[in-house]
Antibody, heavy 119, light 106 residues
Framework: EVQLVESGGGLVQPGGSLRLSCAAS????????MHWVRQAPGQGLVWVSR????????NYADSVKGRFTISRDNAKNTLSLQMNSLRAEDTAVYYCARGGSFGYHFDSWGQGTLVTVSS | SYELTQPLSVSVALGQTARITCGGN??????VHWYQQKPGQAPLLVIYRDSNRPSGIPERFSGSNSGNTATLTISRAQAGDEADYYCQVWDNSAYVFGTGTKVTVL
């Protein structure tokens, strides 16, 4: 069974930093692209970032480019998101999601971790 | 950037058919994926590449895509189908979600 478990969320002041992690199990982690998707309170889903299976290529939404960094450790089956220069509008539940094969979709999701940016 | 438009809400009587639309410029030329999200839960993939169901998704869920509109159809709607539904496409190295539709089963 595919399992994705996020951690690292919490309350942080504007301008601060936070690092999210996602522990993967139940599948060959190194064979899949991985993503972060977020959802602000009461709002819709927004894609944040993607990393290829070998970690050599990354993409970011314009809203986080230059502030967030996605990375992975295939030896530890772990996906990470380093978030710097956080803003109030970054407040959201952050989901780790597995990329589906060939279709550029998300076939498995974690339960999410809440990030609150507030003074 | 590419935009996907969904109705804010759709109501359906128990046992009847609900159709949720997703509008986008020439969306028929793209692969469309659909997610179900119940309150307090993570999204769940229900349709991928226009009309394919992942393992475990009931046959009552189906999808189509043509022209400027993609459609998710829920047949024989059940109370457990009440949820928010989002369409999604890939566009120019970014992943775009629709605005979301709240489905209410009456």
């Amino acid at each position: 069974e595919v399992q994705l478990v996020e951690s690292g969320g919490g309350l942080v002041q504007p301008g601060g930093s936070l690092r999210l992690s996602c522990a993967a199990s139940g599948f060959t982690f190194s064979s899949y692209w991985m993503h972060w998707v977020r959802q602000a309170p009461g709002q819709g889903l927004v894609w944040v970032s993607r990393i290829t299976d070998d970690g050599t290529n990354t993409n970011y939404a314009d809203s986080v480019k230059g502030r967030f960094t996605i990375s992975r450790d295939n030896a530890k089956n772990t996906l990470s998101l380093q978030m710097n220069s956080l803003r109030a509008e970054d407040t959201a539940v952050y989901y780790c999601a597995r990329g589906g094969s060939f279709g550029y979709h998300f076939d498995s999701w974690g339960q999410g971790t809440l990030v609150t940016v507030s003074s | 950037s590419y935009e996907l438009t969904q109705p804010l809400s759709v109501s359906v009587a128990l046992g009847q058919t609900a159709r949720i639309t997703c509008g986008g410029n020439n969306i028929g030329g793209r692969n469309v994926h659909w997610y179900q999200q119940k309150p307090g839960q993570a999204p769940l993939l229900v349709i991928y590449r226009d009309s394919n169901r992942p393992s475990g998704i009931p046959e009552r869920f189906s999808g189509s895509n043509s022209g400027n509109t993609a459609t998710l159809t829920i047949s024989r709607a059940q109370a457990g189908d009440e949820a928010d539904y989002y369409c999604q496409v890939w566009d120019n190295s970014a992943y775009v979600f629709g605005t979301g539709t709240k489905v209410t089963v009456l």
